[in-house]
């Protein structure tokens, strides 16, 4: 029952604000005017990624069971995340491009200041001798950073389609819920449908044709809760399979933008600069229209998921 209540809450607390935030983001401007790679037809607010911070750290600090210190570093780091991605969001309602490099670290900076608050990757059990492998604590330094540096991106980077990073975002945050529950892990569960109702939320608004963006404020944030989420959750487990869990649950986001990583690399292109070869545009160069592109990714991500829950329900017999 308490989670039911902290994802209406939180679902609640974003769709009620988002409109709000909408008519204050179009009076000042703030918004995303289509241009040659986005393809969307009318001016759009870039508040979506506001309103979801807002209400998720609203349920968080009233209902979570996080301790109070995990709590106000998860809070500082998100704040971080969520600042820049502001200033970035505002430089593209200009026309104008900000920098890489301090979206860069602010982004690594959020990143230590989890793990400084005892939210890390520590080690896994080898599956074949049952000797716990627990890396020394530069290497746990470096998973830890590289693993939320890179959820928080991949999820970034997906957001090029009304409904898609959203689509992909709840499915991931439903699919830890339940991983945290088969794991009785309480702050994790807290954590995925607090998340889970903020997005469903945003994607009330989201959804084709979308009546506002998340922008990078909103994707980063999103992916940087993800991360923890998983750091914090499944990856306490110390198992080969407990590593996977947040990977399969991810599968679209990671794989597709390795792939674009390795396209980009390949043609000797900044791997920052962006493009159209993520899956979303791939299939839209197929042919295929908005509706079918989020349905497609998101049932492929629904499969991920189901199957990463049937290997946990396996390996927990």
């Avoid at 959750?233 to 597709?256: E, N, R, W």
Wanted: proline residues 4%.
């Amino acid at each position: 029952m308490n989670y039911i209540i902290e994802f209406i809450v939180t679902f609640g607390i974003v769709a009620s604000l988002t409109p709000i935030l909408m008519k204050w983001f179009h009076k000042i401007g703030f918004t995303d005017k289509p241009t040659k790679r986005k393809k969307h037809k009318k001016i759009t607010p870039l508040c979506g990624g506001l309103g979801m911070y807002i209400g998720f750290f609203i349920t968080f600090f009233v209902f979570a069971e996080e301790p109070p210190e995990k709590a106000f570093w998860i809070f500082v780091g998100s704040t971080l995340i969520v600042a820049i991605g502001l200033v970035d969001d505002y430089f593209k309602a200009i026309g104008k491009e900000f920098p890489i490099f301090p979206r860069l670290v602010i982004q690594v900076l959020a990143a230590i200041l989890v793990y400084k608050a005892g939210i890390s990757f520590t080690g896994f059990t080898n599956p074949f001798t049952g000797v716990y492998i627990e890396p020394n604590t530069f290497l746990q330094f470096v998973l830890t950073v590289t693993w939320i540096f890179g959820v928080t991106t991949v999820i970034n980077w997906s957001d090029g389609m009304d409904g898609l990073a959203g689509s992909i975002s709840v499915i991931a945050s439903g699919t830890f819920f339940l991983a945290a529950i088969i794991l009785m892990q309480v702050e994790s569960a807290s954590m995925s449908i607090i998340l889970a109702g903020a997005i469903v939320g945003f994607l009330v608004y989201n959804r084709y044709p979308a009546k506002v963006f998340m922008g990078d404020s909103g994707a980063n944030f999103v992916g940087f809760i993800l991360s923890i989420i998983a750091l914090d959750g499944a990856f306490k487990q110390a198992t080969v399979l407990s590593i996977i869990i947040p990977i399969l649950a991810l599968a679209v986001p990671i794989f597709d933008n390795l792939f674009v990583v390795f396209k980009r690399f390949k043609a000797g292109q900044p791997v920052y600069q962006a493009d159209r070869r993520q899956i979303h545009f791939r299939l839209q160069r197929k042919g295929l229209n908005p509706n079918q592109i989020v349905g497609f990714i998101t049932i492929i991500s629904i499969v991920c998921s189901i199957l990463s829950i049937l290997l946990l329900f396996y390996n927990h017999q």
